[in-house]
C-alpha cells in the first residue's frame, strides 16, 4: 500500500477502505467511493497500492518483478496501512486483484476486519483469466494503445510500464497456473458479499462460488446481468444498493 496518505472519506467508522484491481489506481474509481460512501453515510480510505498512482514506486526491473506471492504481500501492507491509519475495524471493497488482498486480510488479521466486499476475485486461476490477459498484452502493446494511454494517465510515466508487466508477468508465469487461496477461505470469519458480472472477461462465476461456499462466516453471491468486470462501473446503482443492504444487515 502507499506510504503516501491516502484519500480520506470523512464519516464515522467502521470505514470503508478500497482496494483497486491489479492495473489500478485510486483515481481509477471514478468517484465510486464516495457515491457509496455518502449513500451508506460511513467514512472510507482510498489508497494506492506501492508502485501504482501516485505511491512509493518500485524500485525493481520492468519485467519479471513481481513475486507470485504478491497478494500475501499486498495484504500483509495493507494491515500495517490500517494500523497506521488507527482503523481499528474496517469493511473492505475490494476490486479484482483488491478483492483476493481482502480475503487474505481477513483471514489473517480477523480482529481487523468487519465484512469483505468483494468484486471480480479471484482464488485460483482459470483459463478465461489468463486469455483475458494475455488479450491485455497485447492491447498494451499495440500501436497508439489505448490501454497504455489509460495507464499513463493513471501512473505516469516512470511507473505505468512496471505496473503492467508485473501484473502480467507474474499470472503468465508457468509456476502461477497452481496458484489457490482456497486453502485460507476458512479463517475468513467476518460476513462476506462477493459480487461478480456475468459478463466479466476475466473470471467466471465458479470464482464467487468458491468464496461464498468456503468462508467461515456469513456469506452472500450477487451475480449482476449486463455487467463485466468492473459492476461498480457499470452497475454502479446495483452495487451500492447491495452493499448497502449488505452492510445495514451487520
Known sequence: MSEEHPVRIPGPSPEIVFLHE??????????FPEALCAALGRGGLVPDRRGHGTAEPFDDPVRGGHALDYHVREAEALIDLLQRESIGQAILFGHSDGGTIALLAAAMAPERIAACITEAAHVFVE?????????????????????????????????????????ADAWLTPPFAAWNIEHRLSDVRCPVLAIQGLDDEYGTPAQVHAIVDQVSGPSEALLIENSGHAPHL?????????????????
Do not use: C, N
Not at 498484452?137 to 505505468?160: I, Q, T
Not at 457499470?234 to 451487520?250: C, P, T, W, Y
Open 234 to 250: 457499470d452497475s454502479a446503482d446495483r452495487v451500492i444498493e447491495a452493499v448497502g443492504r449488505f452492510v445495514g444487515d451487520l
Open 127 to 167: 483459463e478465461i483469466t489468463l486469455a483475458g490477459i494475455r488479450e491485455a498484452v497485447g492491447a498494451y502493446e499495440a500501436p497508439d494503445s489505448r490501454l497504455k494511454a489509460a495507464l499513463l494517465r493513471h501512473h505516469g510515466p516512470e511507473r505505468a510500464e512496471k505496473v503492467f508487466y508485473r501484473w
Open 22 to 31: 491489479g492495473l489500478g489506481a485510486a483515481t481509477m474509481w471514478r468517484g
